[in-house]
Antibody, heavy 129, light 106 residues
Framework: EVQLVESGGGLVQPGGSLRLSCAAS????????MHWVRQAPGKGLVWVSRIDSDGSRTSYADFVKGRFTISRDNAKNTLFLQMNSLRAEDTAMYYCVRVPYYSDRSAYGYSFYYYMDVWGRGTTVTVSS | DIQMTQSPSSLSASLGDRVTITCRASQNINNYLNWYQQKPGKAPDLLIY???RLQSGVPSRFSGSGSGTDFTLTISSLQREDFATYYCQQSYSALTFGGGTKVEIK
């Protein structure tokens, strides 16, 4: 069974740090780009960060840039999110997500359509004093 | 950044109704558009990718259409298990979500 299981969430004071982990199973983890998406209580989905399949390229939403670091250990099938300088507005459920792509050939060449097909159950991060 | 606007933000419908949700992009995104369903307390599930391609295992009453800036998700005959919140997401440039549409029971 394809599965993603997040851990590492909890209650932390403003300015503190947390390290989230996401254990992958049931698929070839090293073949996929992986992302983190968050959802504040009662709010919508927000993309946070992504990492390519071998960990060489990363990208971040502006509101976490310089504070969060995404990484992965393909030997251990695990994705990480190091979260520093946490703020109250970082309070949210954090989801680990697998992102494959569908490729389509047209007269203009190949197009690559990325989508989020496997989600973990999430881990809750609460930033409060 | 590309902004995604969904409408309506919520709707009430009855079992068997045909339901249409709209998503508009702030610029042309061709057909780089995905749809997700989220039930309370659960992670989202992928319904549609590349604007109109049905994810494996998703019932055929769900369909997606559109290209450019305007897209729709249609549920042809609303079932009890379809009451949920639906999100669009563009993948043309990074991955940004719409604000969501909550489908409630009338």
């Amino acid at each position: 069974e394809v599965q993603l299981v997040e851990s590492g969430g909890g209650l932390v004071q403003p300015g503190g740090s947390l390290r989230l982990s996401c254990a992958a199973s049931g698929f070839t983890f090293s073949s996929y780009w992986m992302h983190w998406v968050r959802q504040a209580p009662g709010k919508g989905l927000v993309w946070v960060s992504r990492i390519d399949s071998d960990g060489s390229r990363t990208s971040y939403a502006d509101f976490v840039k310089g504070r969060f670091t995404i990484s992965r250990d393909n030997a251990k099938n695990t994705l990480f999110l190091q979260m520093n300088s946490l703020r109250a507005e970082d309070t949210a459920m954090y989801y680990c997500v697998r992102v494959p792509y569908y490729s389509d050939r047209s007269a203009y060449g190949y197009s690559f359509y990325y989508y989020m097909d496997v989600w973990g159950r999430g881990t809750t991060v609460t930033v409060s004093s | 950044d590309i902004q995604m606007t969904q409408s309506p933000s919520s709707l009430s419908a009855s079992l068997g109704d045909r339901v249409t949700i709209t998503c508009r992009a702030s610029q042309n995104i061709n057909n780089y558009l995905n749809w997700y369903q989220q039930k309370p307390g659960k992670a989202p599930d992928l319904l549609i990718y590349a604007a109109s391609r049905l994810q494996s295992g998703v019932p055929s009453r769900f369909s997606g259409s559109g290209s450019g800036t305007d897209f729709t998700l249609t549920i042809s005959s609303l079932q009890r298990e379809d009451f949920a919140t639906y999100y669009c997401q563009q993948s043309y440039s990074a991955l940004t979500f719409g604000g969501g549409t909550k489908v409630e029971i009338k």
